[in-house]
């Protein structure tokens, strides 16, 4: 699979551990943008020349693409965005800022992604809404006990990841706060960023308002993202970011929008970006979700197996379920800071993660302040994993520490 992937032709010794930040681009989402480039580059929506409606012509064939990708029921509920980032503020700005109301209330968990986390928290001061944030505990469990203890008539918006960046895991209670959410009339925004690469999605049968996520995380180029907006909510917003394409007229004192999602797409738009994210989805469907997700799987399991012998190596997390529904394995090592594993790593090439992995609220519920994440992507193999343990060994063995 690696010579699908320029990048290691270019670094024949690279072990690349860093899915979850950046996965690398295969071959033919590169030649996806540069046909774009060289064959048909026009600005799309406003041109009635034929290279223009070409290029219109691709991007709507993409959203057609992603919603059948996502399960959502029309094109028309898929925003383009430059990521997770900017998808969920902008249902800050579009939807929040009209909806929530002082006394209201914000769920997020302590799992959360700072994207998904700082957007509700600042909001909430702005409004004088309150934001409410489910502990983790020191072995990364949710401490919610009793789900009504949380989700409650005043929680308008519950804002959750469907895998946590930090620990890698699926979300074990995702199906019951939605429906307890759902129960109370709240919205329901799902941070999708590290599922979409490898599980199966859909919105309808998850029962989300908003679903967000980066094209770079799942093969696709950077500068790209979507948000998925339920049909049914759509009416509940507003643009909030203003410009060129996205209106039907304009006069000095009114302006009116074009309808979902064109309203919410002003500017021009990352047209090659979201032409490479559609070859992104093809790849990922010529290889399947399922062998996708078996693969991951068993580079998890064979990683932890692994890691075993190394006594001094604490795992995040429960490794039950990091075993069952896994995407990367975060750990510390007692007596060496994450840094020096990771400039030791790179010294072999193998590029790890090392950090807070902008998810902070949770290193400080679970006590810890850095953590080593290694995360896989398909062009990953067996060998990767035996070169990083046997690499591992030479730490221990070195005087580092
Ligand atoms: C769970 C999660 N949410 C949000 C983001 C932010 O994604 P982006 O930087 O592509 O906007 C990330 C990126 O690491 C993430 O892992």
Same mark, same amino acid.
């Given at each position: 699979?690696?010579?699908?992937?320029?990048?290691?032709?270019?670094?024949?010794?690279?072990?690349y551990l860093?899915?979850?930040?950046?996965?690398?681009?295969?071959?033919?989402?590169?030649?996806?943008?540069?046909?774009?480039?060289?064959?048909?580059?026009?600005?799309?929506?406003?041109?009635?020349?034929?290279?223009?409606?070409?290029?219109?012509?691709?991007?709507?064939?993409?959203?057609?693409?992603?919603?059948?990708?996502?399960?959502?029921?029309?094109?028309?509920?898929?925003?383009?965005?430059?990521?997770?980032?900017?998808?969920?503020?902008?249902?800050?700005?579009?939807?929040?800022?009209?909806?929530?109301?002082?006394?209201?209330?914000?769920?997020?968990?302590?799992?959360?992604?700072?994207?998904?986390?700082?957007?509700?928290?600042?909001?909430?001061?702005?409004?004088?809404?309150?934001?409410?944030?489910?502990?983790?505990?020191?072995?990364?469990?949710?401490? *919610?006990? +009793? @789900?009504?203890?949380?989700?409650?008539? =005043?929680?308008?918006?519950?804002? &959750?990841?469907?895998?946590?960046?930090? $620990?890698?895991?699926?979300?074990?209670?995702?199906?019951?706060?939605?429906?307890?959410?759902?129960?109370?009339?709240?919205?329901?925004?799902?941070?999708?960023?590290?599922?979409?690469?490898?599980?199966?999605?859909?919105?309808?049968?998850?029962?989300?308002?908003?679903?967000?996520?980066?094209?770079?995380?799942?093969?696709?180029?950077?500068?790209?993202?979507?948000?998925?907006?339920?049909?049914?909510?759509?009416?509940?917003?507003?643009?909030?970011?203003?410009?060129?394409?996205?209106?039907?007229?304009?006069?000095?004192?009114?302006?009116?929008?074009?309808?979902?999602?064109?309203?919410?797409?002003?500017?021009?738009?990352?047209?090659?970006?979201?032409?490479?994210?559609?070859?992104?989805?093809?790849? *990922?469907? +010529? @290889?399947?979700?399922?062998?996708?997700? =078996?693969?991951?799987?068993?580079l &998890?399991?064979?990683?932890?197996?692994? $890691?075993?012998?190394?006594?001094?190596?604490?795992?995040?997390?429960?490794?039950?379920?990091?075993?069952?529904?896994?995407?990367?394995?975060?750990?510390?090592?007692?007596?060496?800071?994450?840094?020096?594993?990771?400039?030791?790593?790179?010294?072999?090439?193998?590029?790890?993660?090392?950090?807070?992995?902008?998810?902070?609220?949770?290193?400080?519920?679970?006590?810890?302040?850095?953590?080593?994440?290694?995360?896989f992507g398909i062009y990953n193999d067996?060998?990767d994993v035996?070169?990083?343990?046997?690499?591992?060994?030479?730490?221990?063995?070195?005087?580092?520490?």
């Amino acid at each position: 699979m690696k010579n699908k992937f320029p990048i290691f032709i270019h670094h024949p010794y690279l072990i690349y551990l860093d899915a979850a930040a950046t996965t690398q681009r295969p071959q033919v989402v590169l030649d996806a943008m540069d046909a774009y480039y060289t064959q048909y580059n026009a600005n799309t929506g406003r041109g009635v020349y034929q290279l223009a409606e070409t290029a219109t012509q691709k991007i709507e064939d993409v959203r057609n693409q992603v919603a059948q990708y996502i399960g959502a029921a029309d094109a028309s509920e898929i925003v383009f965005t430059h990521g997770t980032t900017t998808s969920i503020n902008l249902v800050g700005q579009s939807w929040a800022l009209k909806n929530i109301k002082p006394g209201d209330e914000i769920l997020v968990t302590g799992y959360e992604h700072h994207a998904n986390f700082i957007v509700w928290q600042q909001l909430c001061k702005q409004i004088g809404a309150s934001f409410k944030v489910i502990p983790v505990d020191q072995s990364g469990q949710l401490l *919610i006990n +009793s @789900i009504s203890d949380w989700v409650t008539p =005043k929680t308008k918006l519950v804002a &959750i990841t469907h895998v946590s960046n930090a $620990l890698g895991f699926t979300n074990p209670y995702l199906n019951q706060l939605i429906t307890a959410a759902n129960q109370v009339g709240s919205r329901v925004l799902i941070d999708g960023a590290q599922a979409v690469k490898s599980m199966s999605i859909d919105v309808q049968r998850l029962e989300c308002d908003f679903y967000a996520f980066s094209g770079h995380k799942m093969y696709g180029p950077t500068g790209v993202g979507v948000l998925y907006v339920k049909k049914s909510v759509q009416h509940e917003m507003a643009p909030s970011v203003f410009g060129g394409g996205s209106v039907n007229s304009v006069t000095a004192t009114e302006t009116v929008f074009l309808p979902f999602p064109y309203g919410y797409e002003p500017g021009t738009l990352p047209i090659a970006e979201i032409i490479g994210l559609g070859a992104a989805i093809t790849f *990922i469907q +010529s @290889i399947g979700l399922k062998t996708l997700q =078996k693969h991951t799987n068993q580079l &998890i399991n064979q990683l932890l197996d692994g $890691l075993h012998q190394f006594k001094q190596i604490k795992i995040l997390g429960s490794q039950e379920l990091l075993r069952a529904t896994g995407t990367l394995v975060s750990f510390t090592i007692q007596g060496i800071h994450p840094h020096d594993v990771a400039a030791f790593l790179d010294t072999h090439n193998i590029c790890v993660r090392a950090g807070h992995h902008c998810a902070q609220p949770l290193a400080q519920f679970m006590g810890y302040d850095a953590s080593i994440r290694i995360s896989f992507g398909i062009y990953n193999d067996k060998q990767d994993v035996e070169k990083l343990i046997q690499v591992l060994k030479e730490l221990f063995k070195s005087n580092l520490l």
